[in-house]
């Protein structure tokens, strides 16, 4: 049984262009882990450039692939640090990521398996977030004093700064696990 | 300029004589706590007065990094004894992005994004 939040949307398998990375989330300790989400991330947004060529003679052809390739690497740095922060370790479950391109937009989908509580936790706010106001969220986010290294902010800043459509899927894996899927929508 | 943090990707630098501390680089550490030392920095570098953080070479910043600087921004509005100036670039992305939320913490922070 599946629960959404926001804009999900379920991909069909006639998948158009596409690329996914998948990471076994026990194999290596998080603070050498870390170093991986740039790596990754950086290797996802210069991927994408590919799509987007730069004109020669158009100087608006290479301003638009900076700020495309500088959005995918800020959105998919943040969906990786949250899946490894998040993520629990005692579960055998993959991290992964996809990106599904499209015509007028790349669309993101991360997921990865936390404990039941975490991802309850996690379903509460992103269930705020769904329906608040972006900026409103933001300063009140921060001016809570609240422990902004999480989730949240990241999140907040996909919407409000990329204009970017969120929705997560919830499902129970059994014996307390839950796996959590986030999809990023970002029009380009 | 003087090295005063720096970290394999990053480095931050401090002028004295213009008051102007710059951040160079990337900038993806894991959470406020790895954050530490440049909000630490930051926050002691001028007591009152002017006082520049230039960002125009920072290349990258993850959400926490932009935790850290909006940490900073609400801490000086509070204080009342800085006059601060943010100096950004229109050539790195995520500061056109995400810069001018700053502005919305602190509107008497004055903003150039050249």
Same mark, same amino acid.
């Given at each position: 049984m599946s629960d959404m939040v926001g804009r999900y949307r379920e991909c069909g398998a006639a998948t158009k262009e596409g690329l996914e990375l998948s990471f076994s989330a026990s194999s290596i300790p998080l603070k050498q882990r870390w170093r991986n989400n740039g790596l990754s991330a950086d290797f996802l947004a210069d991927y994408v450039t590919t799509f987007f060529p730069r004109v020669e003679n158009d100087p608006k052809s290479l301003a638009r692939q900076q700020e495309i390739r500088g959005a995918v690497n800020y959105i998919a740095n943040e969906l990786l640090e949250n899946a490894m922060k998040y993520?629990? %370790?005692?579960? #055998?479950q993959p991290i992964s990521i996809k990106l599904v391109m499209e015509a007028d937009s790349i669309l993101f989908v991360e997921s990865n398996a936390t404990n039941a509580a975490r991802g309850r936790a996690f379903q509460a706010f992103v269930t705020e977030l769904a329906t608040s106001d972006p900026t409103e969220l933001y300063v009140t986010q921060l001016e809570r004093g609240? %422990? #902004? *290294? *999480?989730?949240g902010l990241g999140l907040i800043t996909m919407v409000n700064d990329y204009g970017a459509q969120l929705g997560w899927k919830f499902d129970d894996l059994g014996d307390g696990a839950m796996r959590v899927t986030t999809q990023v929508l970002l029009e380009i | 300029m003087e090295i005063v943090v720096s970290g394999e990707q990053y480095s931050v630098e401090w002028d004295a004589p213009t008051r102007t501390a710059a951040l160079k680089g990337i900038l993806r550490l894991n959470g406020l706590e790895e954050y530490g030392p440049i909000a630490r920095f930051l926050s002691s570098a001028v007591p009152e007065g002017k006082m520049t953080l230039d960002?125009?070479?920072?290349e990258f910043l993850n959400s926490s990094g932009i935790a850290m600087l909006s940490k900073f921004v609400i801490e000086i509005r509070n204080r009342k004894t800085v006059d601060l100036n943010v100096v950004g670039s229109t050539a790195i992305s995520w500061q056109g992005k995400s810069l001018a939320n700053l502005c919305k913490l602190m509107p008497s922070l004055k903003m150039e994004i050249i």
């Open positions: 993520s629990d %370790e005692h579960l #055998t609240v %422990e #902004t *290294g *999480g989730s | 960002v125009r070479s920072l």
